[in-house]
T-cell receptor, first 113, second 113 residues
């Protein structure tokens, strides 16, 4: 078990471009979460999946954001028409049970110029 | 909605000093409570957790007790080491539904030799 992995680790993009991030959870974890963390703040919940179903999305998640988890394994988070305010660390976490013990990946740092 | 308030940092201590980082929460019902730690250049790691009133979570010399009456979950360590330098996040997870984590803003701890 190698833990939660995220790719890429860093992404620099120009405003208006689309970006996609990938998260590979711990194998057999049925829940997968996306969070966003800005400098000096704690992570904020964006969305989560149970298996392949996206069950909740935060009001923070604008229409430019979309997430998928095909086949209930890895997940992708896409941001369309990026804005400077999207610059943040995007964190993925997974869990096996509903007890809330989530394991985090290293994050993808997005910089929008 | 649910929220977590942490002691503001940064906190600077000398090695072998006693550590307390305060955390209070607002939530309905009986959330699970967590402390996560983020070492420099690394991802969030679960440090300890407690799932019910008066439960004590402990790990690596750190302890925190779930106090329902004061809605608190303060982190303590009797003798800190330089290697404890990191950012510490208090978080809660609701009883039902997504079990998404709600984080405090984090407390940066620096231990000087």
């Amino acid at each position: 078990d190698t833990g939660v992995s995220q790719n890429p680790r860093h992404k620099i993009t120009k405003r208006g471009q689309n970006v996609t991030f990938r998260c590979d959870p711990i194998s057999e974890h049925n829940r997968l979460y996306w969070y966003r963390q800005t400098l000096g703040q704690g992570p904020e919940f964006l969305t989560y999946f149970q298996n392949e179903a996206q069950l909740e999305k935060s009001r923070l998640l604008s229409d430019r954001f979309s997430a998928e988890r095909p086949k209930g394994s890895f997940s992708t988070l896409e941001i369309q028409r990026t804005e400077q305010g999207d610059s943040a660390m995007y964190l993925c976490a997974s869990s096996f049970t509903t007890l809330g013990e989530q394991y985090f990946g290293p994050g993808t740092r997005l910089t929008v110029t | 909605g649910d929220s977590v308030t942490q002691m503001e940092g940064p906190v600077t201590l000398s090695e072998e000093a006693f550590l307390t980082i305060n955390c209070t929460y607002t939530a309905t019902g009986y959330p699970s409570l967590f402390w996560y730690v983020q070492y420099p250049g690394e991802g969030l790691q679960l440090l300890l957790k407690a799932t019910g009133a008066d439960d004590k979570g402990s790990n690596k010399g750190f302890e925190a007790t779930y106090r329902k009456e004061t809605t608190s979950f303060h982190l303590e360590k009797g003798s800190v080491q330089v290697s404890d330098s990191a950012v510490y996040f208090c978080a809660l997870s609701g009883e039902k539904g997504a079990q998404k984590l709600v984080f405090g803003q984090g407390t940066r701890l620096t231990i000087n030799p």
